[in-house]
């Protein structure tokens, strides 16, 4: 790869535009640079979204509005007795009245304490499988105990969520092929350029007995270079950029945006970005050079 | 002279191996095996050549060249001699007719076999066609870079080059810097250094000193002597007396003259007029 990405002198001679001089390694950089963070949002809200549907999916809550205290803890203790039966109940826990009030202090003030005012009872339940056979089971059971009783399944609140997640994910993803394509279409660009700046060197290697291919590689490896110099550096000021967001979003300590990290496979299809737009680059390079000098004798 | 010649008989082994095909090489009048009729290394039978939808700049062209042997193409401006040499170095396909060289239908042949061919011809254009920004020793080495030869190789045979053609000083030089008669002397020495098995010249002597023009014919007539076969433009009557074995192809209005016979193919041997 190094060998073959280093010319001879006689070769760097041939084509003589100095590596940087154009704009092309610019372009590239902050293409790269831009794929990269979009790639990262891509993988880091790919990863908040799985973790999110995996949170809720078998999370259901069971609200017991019964004003009657006595009444209330009579069917919650029947509840929480009878659903600890079902098979794919893992977990059962009501909720407090203290977490309760606190869970109403930003709306309610300090008045959700105040044991006059009627509050539901909450029971928060953990499934190991949330399929509608349990659910409806689940929802049967509580009914037949408190017919007030309503089950609210996590899943159905926090699904817009999850959706709007997913759908930023694939978002991020179409941005990174459409700055693929327009990494392409900037090597094509700069190609022509360059075989028209070369138009009569190249026409007389021909006549000398060049091959297409050996007249591609003096410009693959010219572009090859150019890019991987623009990669680098906007992979340099993409991981920069990543590092002061993700300390932000640390600094947030929201467990939505917590679980919003690359994980091992997010890093290493991070890391390969830059070498795959060498590899894009120099063989869009390659392409273009052998489909215009295909169209000459 | 001779020790021009000598290098040139040592190119003429590494040159060929660089080619990355052996073929037999012609010693003692023997025939190389191309597949070939025997002797003929060019062969045009009514060769028509258009450029766009205009009149036809060749018409009815047909001729056969011997291997090794000597052409001055001659004929007044304009009478096709640059469009016919184009043909010849495939630079251009006819537009009708077959041209066949080393013993392959050229018009057919497919693009990418066509610079193993190109490789074994040596062309001197008219306008010279040097490499601006390349010096005039890199200019010179290019056919032996694109054959691949060794630095080495490529320094030794480039140096003795510029040594013969006088431009030894001017190794370093680029084309823009060296007058007419230079750069047509870096051309020559671009065309012949890889020792082609044809070499293609159009008015190769047109800028030089009656000196230098001769030093060049007596190059003509060395590589000749090791069996390539020479095509030369010119309007340079002296030339043609200078090379007693040589044949003169006449072009008018496109169309070729052969009033001796010796371009048919068969060709007729006694020279006579038909």
């Not at chain 1, 203290?98 to 006059?116: H, I, K, R, T, Y």
């Not at chain 1, 091992?264 to 737009?277: K, M, Q, R």
């Not at chain 2, 610079?115 to 306008?127: E, L, M, S």
């Amino acid at each position: 790869m190094i060998s073959w990405l280093k010319p001879s002198v006689a070769e760097r001679r041939l084509l003589p535009e100095g590596r940087s001089a154009g704009p092309m390694p610019w372009v590239i950089g902050i293409m790269m640079l831009l794929t990269t963070l979009a790639a990262a949002m891509g993988l880091a809200v790919g990863n908040a979204s799985a973790s999110l549907s995996n949170d809720i999916a078998g999370k259901l809550t069971i609200q017991v509005p019964e004003a009657n205290q006595s009444t209330k803890n009579g069917q919650i203790r029947a509840i929480l007795s009878e659903i600890r039966q079902v098979n794919a109940v893992v977990g059962v826990e009501r909720v407090s009245d203290a977490q309760l009030a606190q869970l109403l202090d930003p709306w309610l003030g300090n008045v959700g304490a105040d044991e006059d005012l009627p509050m539901p009872a909450l029971i928060d339940v953990t499934l190991s499988r949330a399929d509608a056979t349990t659910i409806l089971e689940i929802t049967n059971l509580v009914t037949g105990i408190a017919p007030k009783a309503r089950v609210d399944r996590h899943a159905t609140w926090l699904s817009p969520l999850a959706s709007l997640m997913t759908a930023l994910k694939w978002l991020a993803f179409g941005l990174v092929l459409l700055m693929a394509s327009a990494t392409a279409a900037t090597v094509i660009l700069a190609v022509r350029a360059a075989l028209n700046t070369h138009g009569e060197t190249i026409a007389i290697m021909h006549l000398l007995g060049s091959s297409d291919n050996q007249i591609a590689r003096l410009f693959q490896r010219r572009i090859a270079l150019d890019a991987m110099l623009g990669c680098v550096a906007g992979f340099g000021v993409a991981l920069a950029v990543m590092a002061v967001v993700g300390t932000r979003i640390g600094a947030l300590g929201s467990d939505l945006l917590g679980g919003a990290s690359l994980g091992l496979f997010g890093w290493l299809s991070i890391l390969l970005l830059p070498v795959a737009g060498t590899a894009l680059a120099a063989m869009i390079a390659r392409l273009t050079v052998l489909r215009t000098l295909g169209k000459t004798l | 002279m001779q020790a021009f010649v000598r290098a040139l008989m040592e190119l003429k082994t590494v040159s060929r191996a660089c080619r990355g095909h052996a073929w037999p090489v012609r010693e003692n009048n023997s025939v190389r095996d191309f597949g070939r009729v025997m002797g003929t290394i060019v062969q045009f039978d009514n060769v028509g050549l258009r450029y766009g939808t205009g009149a036809e700049t060749l018409t009815d062209v047909s001729f056969s060249l011997k291997e090794g042997g000597f052409y001055f193409l001659t004929g007044p401006s304009g009478a096709g001699k640059t469009s016919l040499l184009k043909l010849l170095y495939l630079s251009q396909r006819p537009s009708r007719g077959l041209i066949r060289l080393f013993g392959e239908d050229m018009v057919t042949l497919p693009r990418d076999r066509l610079p193993q061919f190109r490789r074994r011809i040596g062309v001197v254009f008219q306008d010279f066609r040097l490499i601006p920004h390349l010096s005039s020793f890199d200019n010179i080495a290019l056919p032996l870079r694109v054959m691949g030869q060794s630095e080495k190789e490529v320094e030794r045979s480039v140096t003795e080059m510029l040594g013969w053609v006088g431009l030894a000083e001017r190794a370093s030089a680029r084309p823009a810097t060296l007058s007419g008669g230079e750069q047509q002397r870096v051309a020559i020495a671009r065309a012949v250094i890889a020792r082609p098995d044809i070499l293609v010249a159009d008015e190769p002597t047109g800028n030089v000193d009656p000196d230098m023009a001769a030093r060049l014919l007596h190059l003509f007539d060395g590589l000749n002597k090791l069996g390539t076969t020479l095509v030369i433009a010119t309007h340079d009557l002296h030339l043609l007396t200078r090379i007693g074995n040589a044949t003169m192809m006449r072009l008018e209005d496109g169309r070729l003259s052969d009033p001796t016979g010796l371009l048919r193919y068969p060709p007729r041997r006694d020279g006579v007029l038909a």
